[in-house]
């Protein structure tokens, strides 16, 4: 029987990560507030250490790696905020990284990993298999291989993010949460369904990237070509098994966000609360506001996942904002 995360490993989790990631702000907006006719508080993981909430899944994943782990080092395969998580981890830890990029990914997340101390090995996301790479550089330097999303102890790091919303906000109605390998939204769903038994739960991916959706329809894992989107964080093209089997139970449903979704709410959470968010970051709050009027009256959650991303980028798409 697989070992498949509970609130208990939140819980522990959460002590475990305490001395080394931040507690982030819960924001709110009276304007925000006046457009939904609700209360919406969002979680800012965009001001966590490196940047994003992956840093909690990665502390708490290296943090229980065995002295001969800790020694031999880790590899671990992303397109910029896990590959920053796992080097920043490792480095707090004294554990040599290895991290396969691919060579695409946003120069901010290229330029983190290698100031936190991150080795990295790059490939081409629509030609080579990046979890093969990884599998191969880890039999063969004997580095453990930690995924960005499909490993309990990652699940249980991130399941943490709601976990200090909730116990800071209270219950809530309704919660929106990032979407692309899914362990930020298990995480989620396992602390909503503990701390906030009737709050619903939703899944926000890339309506280029709707795996998820698709997944959650049929009732099993259904793998999509790699998704074209500004998401760079939700380029997945399947769920994880571990996290599927969460999602499926305790998710209410999967939604999507356009490119063009994206780029508005930037410029909103720019404009109106002076916030940096990276695309994958404003999935969940895109999808709010396309259905705020069904959500009147509601206590709302919206993570905000990351902030990462080039500031020429971020510059380009809010200046081609029509």
Do not use: W
Request: hydrophobic share 40%; charged share 20%.
């Amino acid at each position: 029987m697989k070992f498949v995360p509970d609130y208990h490993d939140i819980s522990e989790a959460h002590s475990r990560i305490k001395p080394h990631a931040h507690k982030t702000p819960v924001f709110t907006s009276t304007t925000v507030n006046q457009l939904f006719n609700a209360e919406v508080y969002f979680k800012c993981e965009n001001f966590q250490r490196m940047g994003a909430f992956k840093f909690r899944g990665a502390m708490n994943t290296l943090s229980q790696f065995s002295d001969e782990q800790k020694k031999a080092g880790v590899v671990a395969f992303s397109s910029g905020n896990h590959a920053q998580a796992i080097a920043l981890a490792a480095k707090l830890l004294n554990i040599p990284a290895t991290i396969v990029m691919p060579h695409d990914a946003p120069k901010a997340k290229i330029e983190g990993t290698k100031g936190y101390g991150g080795k990295i090995v790059f490939y081409d996301r629509y030609t080579e298999d990046n979890k093969a790479i990884s599998r191969d550089l880890a039999e063969k330097h004997g580095l453990t291989l930690i995924p960005p999303y499909d490993h309990p102890h990652i699940i249980a790091g991130q399941g943490t993010v709601a976990k200090e919303l909730f116990e800071e906000v209270g219950e809530l109605d309704s919660l929106f949460v990032p979407l692309g390998g899914g362990g930020l939204l298990s995480g989620s769903a396992l602390s909503a369904a503990h701390l906030s038994p009737k709050c619903q739960v939703f899944g926000v991916e890339p309506a280029n990237g709707n795996d998820g959706q698709l997944s959650f329809r049929k009732g099993e894992i259904v793998t999509i070509d790699m998704p074209k989107t500004i998401a760079d964080g939700a380029q997945t093209p399947h769920l994880g098994e571990y996290t599927f089997a969460i999602i499926r139970h305790l998710v209410k449903d999967i939604l999507t966000a356009t490119d063009e979704e994206l780029v508005d709410t930037m410029y909103f959470l720019a404009e109106r609360m002076k916030m940096v968010v990276e695309p994958t970051g404003c999935l969940g709050f895109a999808a709010a506001r396309a259905m705020r009027v069904q959500l009147q009256g509601q206590r709302i959650g919206v993570i905000l996942s990351g902030g990462n991303i080039d500031m020429s980028r971020y510059a380009s798409l809010l200046g081609n904002k029509k």
